[in-house]
């Protein structure tokens, strides 16, 4: 069975900031990992996705394999970024399972 | 583009009563999913729709639930009779065909259920 951790659950930083998002997964195959993003008073969005490769608002998110991580990363944060992040896994079949979400707080 | 539409928003009801939650899927998407976020703990898949069939159900947690998508496009969910432990948040998700891969899942706002 699959399974996601994010380990904080709350992350405070100054704006400006580098902030970063730990996410661990297992499975045994090989996965699909993504970030969602819940802002204040707006539903959950995909924020990035590993295959894509992007950066999405300053935010990157490399898988490493070995490690079995998809953590989240931002150079320089800015109060915008103040939400709910969850990290998701798509195993085979297209169900998501969810991390338990980090509340990230920037603060001015 | 009209993005995926929840009702309702909120339901408060008391234990044993029966609520029926509602999805609107983006038009044309074949791939519909309900998950729940109960206090405390992890957002977790209960079903998987395609079009109008249960493509998998491994989620549902007791025969109190039951799922429909008549027609393939809108879908219910409906829980009876309700106890405490339903309480929750209930999100709605759609994607595109279930022939192309790796399509995203879009998400509505979630309907809150409040069991008393």
């Known amino acids: 069975a699959q399974r996601v951790t994010q380990p904080e659950k709350l992350l405070s930083v100054f704006k400006g900031a580098p902030v970063e998002l730990k996410c661990n997964y297992s499975y045994s195959g090989s996965p699909e990992l993504f970030w969602y993003v819940q802002y204040s008073r707006q539903r959950l969005q995909l924020l990035l996705r590993h295959i894509s490769r992007e950066s999405i608002k300053g935010f990157t998110a490399d898988l490493n394999k070995g490690e079995t991580s998809f953590h989240l990363k931002k150079p320089f944060a800015q109060e915008e970024d103040s939400a709910m992040y969850y990290c998701a896994l798509r195993a085979a079949g297209n169900k998501l399972t969810f991390g338990g979400g980090t509340r990230v707080l920037v603060k001015p | 583009e009209a993005g995926v539409t929840q009702f309702p928003s909120h339901s408060v009801i008391e234990k044993g009563q029966t609520v029926t939650l509602r999805c609107d899927p983006i038009?044309?998407?074949?791939?519909l999913y309900w998950y729940r976020r109960v206090m405390g703990k992890e957002i977790k898949f209960l079903l998987h729709?395609?079009?109008?069939?249960?493509?998998?159900e491994s989620g549902m947690p007791n025969n109190r639930f039951l799922a429909e998508r008549t027609g393939g496009t809108y879908s219910t969910l409906k829980v009876q009779p309700a106890e405490l432990e339903d309480s929750g948040v209930y999100f709605c998700?759609?994607?595109?065909?279930?022939?192309?891969?790796?399509?995203?899942?879009?998400f509505g706002d979630g309907t809150r259920l409040s069991i008393l």
């Open positions: 998700a759609s994607s595109q065909d279930y022939r192309a891969v790796n399509q995203p899942q879009h």
């Open positions: 038009s044309g998407h074949d791939n």
């Open positions: 729709f395609v079009k109008e069939s249960k493509q998998d």
